[in-house]
């Protein structure tokens, strides 16, 4: 059996079972939507499992499932070398959101990262310690920081509400996903001209650890067929 | 396993050279508090290093490197001058796949010496040398003061020159300073449309203040965007003399006399100049083969930033490892980590790991 992991709930699911099925893939869930249980129609030898969006890396990573619809943005942040866990199938074209640095609007000599390192090197001799970026982006946000050569900041963590660590005077900036800035500007905020850390939308990837075995192999072979896909290399 | 056990035997070989030679051998602890390790290096720390959680003293990280507990120790009661060694393992993250392990023994030797700065690295460097002779490794060396200095005498404005001293450990965005402070990359549009803005004496849009950065802060730095924009940019001879001096790679007496040659348009790095040329003497005398040994200009540029005077490595032929061994001069952190005080500070570190792979010294 291929197991397909896809998110269980909200918006990303239905517009996921809406995507395999205008590619003649229906996948639907069984008996109530209480229940965690999917079902398929269209191809052979496949399986659905609904898990969290936010698991799916995880479960791709260890090889639990074959494939997964989750956010690119989740397989770069929670996967070291992702390239090297995951196959990248598929750009599915919905769950679009950027990942940006935004910083107080009231600050009209930071639009640049070039900026934001120089204002954290000042900002760093003023107050003794390195300017806080609150996200829960942790490793694309360094990676990108590093890349660009900024320093002297550091990285806080935020799980929720990051917009209003600005204001509550526990972050001097963020680093968050938006699709169209509202949460942003509401707060006062404005994102880096050059601040676009990545533009994520839903994957389906495929998981080189998982067990490629003959019936595996069959099934995905009549699984890209029916979607439309290029065949990709698991090893 | 056989690899750790190998080390080990090659560790104790250091350590007793290394006593032989008028060390202490000191201990540290692998728990170390993340705070000074993160004020030190900033975040890029938290991607080399392995990050706890303590239930009592908060986040701690597995040592990444013995220099700052075995500075700190000295810092705290440490007599004049002194010699430190120390082995043990100590710990770095691989984000990717690679021959680099992820737990590894250091050897390690630090001299804390006042009087004769130049005498002290030639000690480290040619006990070094001594020691991996067996292995046929390459030595190259190197002087960030001759970097910092060059920087320091450029003749353009001091926050300009700060910016480009923050930024010597990453060459990138070194260099996109460089370019526009030469004026060789456009001034980027909202830049150039704050600094018309300002130029008319108006302010920018405002917007509700927020944040802890006060509205003095910002001003400060718009204060000093004018200042850059009315200020002409660093020549185009001195950039290509800067860039001329980074790019330097040769034998130590010719890298020398090429800096000669550099310093007479360059004043500012003869008083560097002359400790690298007595360097080069106390190394001779202590034998090492001076006409051969390599010189590079921007060694040890892409390494953690604390050293700040001279710094060297030796590799073996094999490409992909590590160095064998590295090390160099960190004045300034024995500042920071001081507490008022400071002591100039030389040492470096061995892999024995490593080294056992290369056949041993046994």
């Known amino acids: 059996m291929l197991k397909l992991g896809v998110p269980s709930k909200g918006r990303l699911m239905e517009q996921c079972f809406d995507w395999f099925g205008t590619r003649g893939v229906k996948l639907s869930r069984a008996g109530s939507d209480r229940e965690y249980a999917g079902a398929v129609e269209g191809v052979d030898g496949l399986e659905l499992v609904l898990l969290s969006a936010g698991e799916i890396p995880r479960e791709l990573a260890a090889g639990r499932i074959h494939l997964g619809v989750t956010g690119s943005d989740l397989v770069r942040e929670k996967l070291a070398d992702w390239p090297s866990q995951v196959a990248e199938l598929a750009p599915m074209g919905f769950g679009h959101a950027d990942l940006i640095i935004a910083v107080p609007a009231c600050w009209p000599d930071v639009d640049t990262l070039d900026d934001l390192d120089a204002a954290a090197a000042a900002f760093r001799r003023a107050h003794g310690f390195r300017l806080r970026i609150a996200t829960k982006y942790h490793r694309l946000v360094r990676e990108f920081l590093t890349q660009h050569g900024v320093a002297d900041y550091q990285l806080v963590d ?7 660590t600005v204001k509550n005077l526990t972050a001097e900036a963020v680093a968050d996903i938006t699709s ?8 006062h905020l404005k994102i880096l001209s050059d601040g676009l850390v990545h533009q994520s939308q839903a994957t389906l990837y495929a998981a080189r650890g998982a067990d490629w075995g003959q019936d595996a192999r069959v099934a995905l072979a009549g699984l890209t067929e029916r979607l439309g896909l290029t065949p990709c290399a698991l090893s | 396993m056989a690899e750790k056990a190998a080390a080990r035997v090659e560790a104790a070989r250091l350590v007793a050279a290394f006593r032989a030679a008028g060390a202490v051998e000191v201990e540290a602890d692998i728990l170390q508090p993340a705070e000074v390790l993160l004020d030190l290096y900033g ?3 938290r991607a080399r290093a392995y990050v706890t959680a303590d239930p009592l003293r908060g986040e701690m990280m597995l040592r990444p490197d013995f220099t700052v507990p075995v500075v700190q120790m000295h810092m705290a009661d440490g007599a004049e001058p002194a010699r430190y060694c120390y082995a043990g393992e100590v ?11 992820a737990e590894y023994v250091q050897v390690g030797y630090e001299v804390f010496e006042r009087d004769n700065p130049v005498a002290a690295d030639a000690e480290v460097f040619a006990l070094f040398a001594r020691l991996l002779a067996p292995l046929g490794l390459r030595a190259a060396t190197g002087d960030i003061a001759i970097l910092t200095a060059a920087v320091r005498g450029l003749r353009t404005l001091e926050s300009r020159k700060a910016a480009l001293l923050r930024h010597i450990w990453r060459p990138r965005r070194f260099t996109q300073l460089l370019d526009r402070f030469g004026g060789r990359a456009p001034v980027p549009p909202s830049r150039a449309a704050l600094i018309k803005v300002l130029a008319q004496g108006a302010r920018p849009a405002p917007a509700p203040h927020l944040g802890l950065r006060s509205a003095a802060e910002i001003s400060a730095r718009l204060a000093a965007l004018a200042e850059d924009a009315a200020a002409a940019p660093i020549s185009a001879e001195e950039v290509a003399r800067l860039e001329d001096l980074l790019n330097l790679e040769a034998p130590g007496p010719a890298a020398l006399a090429h800096l000669r040659d550099l310093a007479r348009d360059m004043p500012a790095i003869v008083p560097a100049v002359d400790r690298m040329e007595a360097r080069l003497d106390a190394l001779a005398r202590a034998g090492i083969d001076v006409g051969t040994l390599a010189f590079e ?9 604390y050293y700040d005077g001279f710094v060297f490595s030796f590799h073996s032929a094999e490409a992909g490892l590590p160095p064998v061994a590295s090390g160099g001069r960190y004045d300034a952190l024995t500042e920071v980590l001081g507490q008022g005080r400071s002591i100039p500070a030389v040492g470096g570190i061995i892999r024995p790991g490593l080294v056992a792979d290369l056949g041993g010294l046994g």
């Open chain 1, 158 to 164: 935020s799980q929720g509400a990051t917009e209003g």
């Open chain 2, 43 to 45: 975040e890029d720390i």
């Open chain 2, 91 to 101: 710990f770095r993250k691989q984000e990717r796949p690679s021959a680099r392990r």
């Open chain 1, 180 to 187: 169209s800035g509202e949460t942003l500007r509401a707060n």
């Open chain 2, 297 to 305: 200009a921007s060694h040890g540029r892409t390494t953690l930033e």
